[in-house]
């Protein structure tokens, strides 16, 4: 199977998913909405510990000791926003994986039964995605190479750690190594799959993207509004759906990658998507 007739399998499969649990779409949504409230929240200490609206003409807004310490608390908190989010998603997947009907409050109650789990893995992605940002920002086109292929390792390694998290209820140190043996005991060509779905969430939100761009370049007022509220609306769409499929997507591979069955998913359709290294 090829590697886009593959990818549209794989969102086909995710889709049909979220298909049974329409009401976890709204996961996500939440997520997104608590994330604003947080930003909304941390804006005015930001600006006040910058200095801003007590500055006169000749004196520039810096930031200070205490800006980084609320810009990294902001951080975290948006990071565990996040997670929690995902988690609930997690939980609700492999519930309907599993045979069961997951609700809203069950996925969400699923996640807050793992807090003690997942905010310490908050805030160490938190951490690390600070620590790879300022290589990336500090250290030139070398720092820039270099964040950016440590970012792709972390990001392997990591990836299967919140279902491992969420359904297996370990600690972080332990999570991380789980997910990093089982990339190394199975070829991670699920990561593929996943950037292929990345793919079609893009090849989605083009439409929308042509109906602002018209909507901009059309000079009128009558015609750019609507069409620019059509195209947010339908951007915001994708990006919920996408999101998560994602995780849908995430929680079917590690269910496979330990044995456990995906319904919805057909075998040879997760072979092709995480074989194992001695096929190759």
């Known amino acids: 199977m090829g590697r886009i007739e593959s990818s549209v399998e794989l969102f086909k499969a995710s889709w049909a998913m979220v298909r049974q649990d329409k009401e976890l779409l709204a996961l996500p949504v939440i997520s ?9 929240i941390f804006a005015i200490p930001l600006l006040a510990s910058m200095g801003i609206g007590s500055l006169d003409e000749t004196t520039g807004a810096a930031p200070s000791p205490l800006t980084y310490g609320l810009g990294f608390v902001l951080y975290v908190v948006l990071a565990f926003i996040t997670v929690f989010f995902n988690s609930a998603l997690i939980h609700g997947a492999n519930v309907r994986m599993s045979g069961g009907d997951p609700t809203l409050g069950s996925a969400i109650g699923g996640a807050t039964s ?16 600070l620590v790879i940002r300022q290589i990336q920002e500090r250290a030139g086109v070398l720092g820039s190479i270099l964040g950016f292929l440590g970012g792709l390792a972390w990001a392997a390694v990591t990836f299967l750690v919140l279902p491992i998290l969420v359904i297996e209820n370990v600690g972080v140190g332990q999570a ?11 070829w991670g060509e699920g990561l593929a799959g996943h950037l292929g779905m990345g793919l079609i969430g893009f090849v989605a939100s083009l439409p929308f993207i042509v109906v602002a761009a018209i909507g901009v370049l059309s000079g009128s007022t009558v015609v750019a509004v609507p069409a620019l509220v059509v195209a947010v609306l339908g951007l915001l769409a994708v990006a919920v759906v996408m999101s998560a499929l994602s995780v849908v997507y995430q929680t ?9 069955p995906v319904s919805a998913y057909r075998p040879e359709l997760m072979a092709s998507a995480f074989r194992s290294k001695n096929r190759r």
């Open 32 to 40: 997104g909405i608590a994330s604003l409230l947080i930003v909304a």
């Open 114 to 129: 793992r807090i003690g789990r997942i905010l310490p893995w908050a805030v160490v992605s938190a951490t690390v995605s």
């Open 176 to 186: 991380v190594k789980r997910s990093g043996g089982l990339l190394r005991s199975v």
């Open 252 to 260: 079917a591979l590690y269910r496979y990658a330990v044995g456990q």
